[in-house]
């Protein structure tokens, strides 16, 4: 089964790069890209996603609280793996406090995103062999 993603992210041109990359080195299809957390918040409430790309700094809801808010809705099920795209190392420790999946600083670096992208797809196979 492929992956299916969204990006949340306000910039435009870091979310273009963020999605040719992700469409260039793995099997995750971006099936909807966001500019504020409001909107990704109201439409992750109506549709499953397996990986959350996640900017911090964005207008409405920011990102650490959207992943707040999906990780404490969860309740024990598996919701979507967040990964950071962010240009701030500062908010690291709390992210993984969240115990999120992975977090990438821009300015991009295309060899962290495929080693980040290898890990989602592993991760994937592991747990499709597990449910098997």
Known sequence: RMLTAIIVEDEYLAREE?????????????????????????????HRVDVLFLDIQIPSIDGMMLARNLLSQQHGEEGPAVVFVTAYKEFAAEAF???VFNYILKPYNEARIIQVLQQLEQQARRSARRRA
């Open 97 to 99: 406090e969240l115990e």
């Open 18 to 46: 963020l999605a040719y990359l992700i469409g260039r080195h793995s099997q995750i299809r971006v099936q909807a890209q966001f500019e504020d957390g409001l909107a990704a918040f109201k439409y992750l409430q109506t």
